[in-house]
């Protein structure tokens, strides 16, 4: 079964302190990888698809990069408008019509 | 361009009632999907429509269902509400729907049945 796991939960940085979420995943062939950003009480913003290991992507203080079994999701030198849940979904062979979403990673960057 | 539109934003039922949430895809976008947004399971699918058919369900029961209509409008219906359907329903588009093509998301209807 097509699984995506995201650590930490929660991530408390200080403004300008680097870090770093993860995001695993089992799926039967991946098709895509995406980032999402969610703030409360809204719908998710698309942030980055990714196809291939070895891809990466960035914008602005994000860089999103993919192995054959994770992605992460690099913040440098993030700010306090950087807070929100960041969620990892991927599409699969099995299930190309749909995303598999993980938990979630709720960051809070504090001035 | 305009994004997903989702109407209305907040509804308040009571058990045993059914309820009709809206979406309205973003310009050129055929492909509409819905998920289930709790804190419990986090983002689920619900169903897929493209040129105004089904073409994937997620786990659902038969009480939830939808339709698309030839603008690519999509609504999403609940019938005989129970408590564990309060959730974020949202809706996403993309072009054609496939694989590779990205799902850009609605604001979502926070649905609360008491």
């Known amino acids: 079964e097509d699984q995506v796991t995201q650590s930490p939960e929660a991530l408390r940085l200080q403004e300008g302190e680097s870090s770093s979420l993860n995001c695993s995943y089992t799926?039967?062939?991946?098709?895509?990888l995406f980032w999402y950003r969610q703030d409360p009480g809204k719908g998710p913003e698309f942030l980055f698809t990714l196809y291939s290991a070895g891809e990466e992507k960035e914008k602005e203080r994000l860089k999103a990069t993919l192995t054959k079994k994770e992605s992460f999701l690099h913040i440098t030198a993030p700010k306090p408008e950087d807070s929100a849940t960041y969620l990892c979904?991927?599409?699969?062979?099995?299930?190309?019509?749909?995303?598999?979403f993980g938990s979630g990673t709720r960051l809070l960057v504090r001035p | 361009k305009a994004g997903v539109t989702q109407t209305p934003r907040y509804l308040i039922k009571t058990r045993g009632q059914q309820v009709t949430l809206s979406c309205s895809p973003i310009?050129?976008?055929?492909?509409v999907s819905w998920y289930q947004q709790t804190p419990g399971q986090g983002l689920q699918f619900l169903f897929e429509?493209?040129?105004?058919?089904?073409?994937n369900k997620g786990n659902f029961p038969g009480r939830f269902s939808g339709r698309q209509f030839s603008n690519s409008r999509s609504e999403m219906n609940v019938s005989t509400l129970e408590l564990g359907d309060s959730a974020l329903y949202l809706c996403?588009?993309?072009?054609?729907?496939?694989?590779?093509?990205?799902?850009?998301f609605g604001p979502g209807t926070r649905l609360l049945v008491l």
């Open positions: 996403a588009s993309s072009e054609g729907g496939g694989s590779l093509e990205t799902q850009y």
């Open positions: 799926v039967s062939g991946l098709r895509g």
């Open positions: 979904a991927v599409r699969s062979m099995d299930s190309s019509y749909k995303l598999i």
């Open positions: 429509y493209f040129s105004e058919t089904q073409r």
């Open positions: 310009s050129g976008h055929r492909s």
